[in-house]
């Protein structure tokens, strides 16, 4: 199906999207693929409910930014090319990789932030402050900041 075409619902094909996006693809990694409706149709389809489509893609997206906490994992563990063999006048030895470095902590940072805001619960911040009064009793104060990404209430 070529971008841009518009598609029918089908239930096997809102099951094989809801599979990639459960293992942390992105939509629109999914819809690149040959025969997948347009990224834009599959949010139609969730935000209008076609035929309960829109629990299915939010478990889905659920499940799948999991996997993007999992990734992040084995990405900051990955340090394959963190050193790269360098061969010049001063002679043979090992250097830093920064950029293959740099590019490791944005690919983690890039997925905390999205966790962090697809589900705050879980990934976000909490600020808790915790302050004496006089008489040595302690009050504390927690706020938890969420939101949530549109399209996926």
Not at 56 to 65: F, K, N, S, V
Not at 129 to 146: K, R, S, Y
Request: proline share 3%.
């Amino acid at each position: 199906m070529a971008s841009g075409e518009t598609s029918t619902f089908t239930h096997e094909t809102a099951r094989l999207i809801c599979e990639q996006l459960a293992t942390g693809k992105t939509l629109r990694e999914v819809c690149r693929a040959e025969n997948m409706p347009p990224e834009s149709t599959v949010r139609l389809w969730a935000l209008d409910d076609r035929e309960g489509f829109a629990a299915h893609y939010t478990r889905a997206r659920e499940i799948g930014y999991h996997a993007m906490a999992d990734d992040m994992l084995e990405i900051a563990d990955d340090g394959r090319n963190d050193w790269m063999e360098r061969n010049g006048e001063d002679g043979a030895g090992w250097s830093v990789n920064g950029e293959h470095m740099q590019r490791s902590r944005l690919r983690v940072d890039t997925r905390k932030w999205m966790l962090s805001k697809a589900l705050p619960k879980v990934y976000g911040d909490k600020l808790d402050l915790t302050h004496a009064n006089p008489d040595g009793t302690a009050i504390t104060f927690q706020t938890v900041i969420e939101a949530k990404p549109r399209g996926c209430e």
